[in-house]
């Protein structure tokens, strides 16, 4: 299967099981991989024939802006659930990171992966 990577896409949202982190919010950060086929594009040169990475990448912003999550398993699902129902991919994996986490510790990063497929929202 192809693949169409989203890495490091940054923004500013409001999720955490603190009320701080929905009241001041903080940077996440995601990568999103879409697999689909994408011999007809390749063959064509044609972007109606394969999935315009800016239009998923504004969406998927929104998404991170539409609600204020307890867990970033819910904001990932969220996208997830987003770009199989708005987008021709047959699976996609999110990796939310949470670079600021409330934790106590030394870390790049704190985060969540998950892969879903189409027919996970049908």
Do not use: C, W
Not at 25 to 41: I, N, Y
Not at 116 to 122: A, G, I, K, S, T
């Amino acid at each position: 299967m192809d693949k169409i990577i989203i890495k490091g896409l940054r923004v500013y949202a409001y999720h955490g099981v603190k009320e701080a982190e929905k009241e001041k919010g903080q940077p996440f950060e995601l990568d999103v991989t879409l697999s689909l086929d994408l011999s007809a594009a390749g063959a064509s040169d044609d972007l109606t024939r394969t999935v315009n990475y800016s239009t998923v990448s504004k969406r998927i912003v929104a998404v991170m802006l539409a609600e204020k999550n307890d867990l970033i398993e819910r904001a990932a699902t969220r996208v997830a659930q987003t770009v199989l129902t708005e987008f021709p991919a047959e699976e996609v994996t999110v990796l939310l990171k949470k670079p600021r986490a409330p934790v106590p510790a030394d870390f790049d990063y704190m985060a969540v992966e998950i892969t879903r497929r189409r027919e996970d929202f049908e």
